[in-house]
């Protein structure tokens, strides 16, 4: 299986501050059809867990633009331009490119 | 608007059965990619398998033979069974249109 490892595990921000988490995969997540298929979900609290962000950096609909991915091969970071209050939660990466699809540990993002 | 909701026991005694439906309105279980995702206490998130618009399927091996899901078209359902359940086996388990749409959850405790 894949192995995403997410760093850090946790960070504790001020409100319109900016902040990177990583990701990192054990093998490269391009797949043969030359896309690469990593995703960023977060989980606010009480609530599912809702996509962000699509292969890579192409922003789900309704997502603000503070958010942005970037990466590519085996090292992927989400950067959170500006963080607001509903910014907080869990912020998973996961991959789609290899089965099983896997995902990253999660970074708890809350405030300072 | 398309709405997933998970229904089933909450509480399943170890090596029992669990079983899970997921009730789909707003959008066809024939077209796209559905599925089930665990969430285990802590942050740790789980890809348990995938049903297809035709009903083929995809199971993540670390399940190996407890897994199976099948799906009812007329009702617009699909389920998911879990054999041979352990303690390890408690979590929130999650119904996925693969990866916009999410249910709300249902948590499952295996306890005796």
Same mark, same amino acid.
């Given at each position: 299986?894949?192995?995403?490892?997410?760093?850090? @595990?946790?960070?504790?921000?001020?409100?319109?501050?900016?902040?990177?988490?990583?990701?990192?995969?054990?093998?490269?997540?391009?797949?043969?059809?030359?896309?690469?298929?990593?995703?960023?979900?977060?989980?606010? @609290? +009480?609530?599912?867990?809702?996509?962000?962000?699509?292969?890579?950096?192409?922003?789900?609909?309704?997502?603000?633009?503070?958010?942005?991915?970037? +990466?590519?091969?085996?090292?992927?970071?989400?950067?959170?331009?500006?963080?607001?209050?509903?910014?907080? +939660?869990?912020?998973?990466?996961?991959?789609?490119?290899?089965? @099983?699809?896997?995902? +990253?540990?999660?970074?708890?993002?809350?405030?300072? | 608007?398309?709405?997933?909701?998970?229904?089933?026991?909450?509480?399943?005694?170890?090596?029992?059965?669990?079983?899970?439906?997921? *009730?789909?309105?707003?959008?066809? &279980?024939?077209?796209?990619?559905?599925?089930? &995702?665990?969430? %285990?206490?802590?942050?740790?998130?789980?890809?348990?398998?995938? &049903?297809?618009?035709?009903?083929?399927?995809?199971?993540?091996?670390?399940?190996?033979?407890?897994?199976? %899901?099948?799906?009812?078209?007329?009702?617009?359902? %699909?389920?998911?069974?879990?054999?041979?359940?352990?303690?390890?086996?408690?979590?929130?388990?999650?119904?996925?249109?693969?990866? *916009?749409?999410?249910?709300?959850?249902?948590?499952?405790?295996? *306890? *005796?």
């Amino acid at each position: 299986d894949v192995v995403m490892t997410q760093t850090p @595990p946790s960070l504790s921000v001020a409100i319109g501050q900016s902040v990177s988490i990583s990701c990192k995969s054990s093998q490269s997540l391009v797949a043969s059809d030359k896309n690469t298929y990593l995703n960023w979900l977060l989980q606010s @609290p +009480g609530r599912s867990p809702k996509r962000l962000i699509y292969q890579v950096s192409k922003l789900d609909s309704g997502v603000p633009d503070r958010f942005s991915g970037s +990466g590519s091969e085996k090292d992927f970071t989400l950067k959170i331009s500006r963080v607001e209050a509903e910014d907080l +939660g869990v912020y998973y990466c996961l991959q789609g490119t290899h089965l @099983p699809w896997t995902f +990253g540990g999660g970074t708890k993002l809350e405030l300072k | 608007e398309v709405h997933l909701q998970e229904s089933g026991p909450g509480l399943v005694k170890p090596s029992q059965s669990l079983s899970l439906t997921c *009730s789909v309105t707003g959008f066809s &279980i024939t077209s796209n990619y559905w599925g089930w &995702i665990r969430k %285990f206490p802590g942050n740790e998130m789980e890809w348990m398998g995938s &049903i297809s618009y035709s009903g083929s399927t995809s199971y993540n091996p670390s399940l190996k033979s407890r897994v199976s %899901f099948t799906r009812d078209t007329s009702k617009n359902q %699909f389920f998911l069974q879990l054999n041979s359940v352990t303690t390890e086996d408690t979590a929130t388990y999650y119904c996925v249109r693969f990866w *916009s749409y999410w249910g709300q959850g249902v948590m499952v405790t295996v *306890s *005796s």
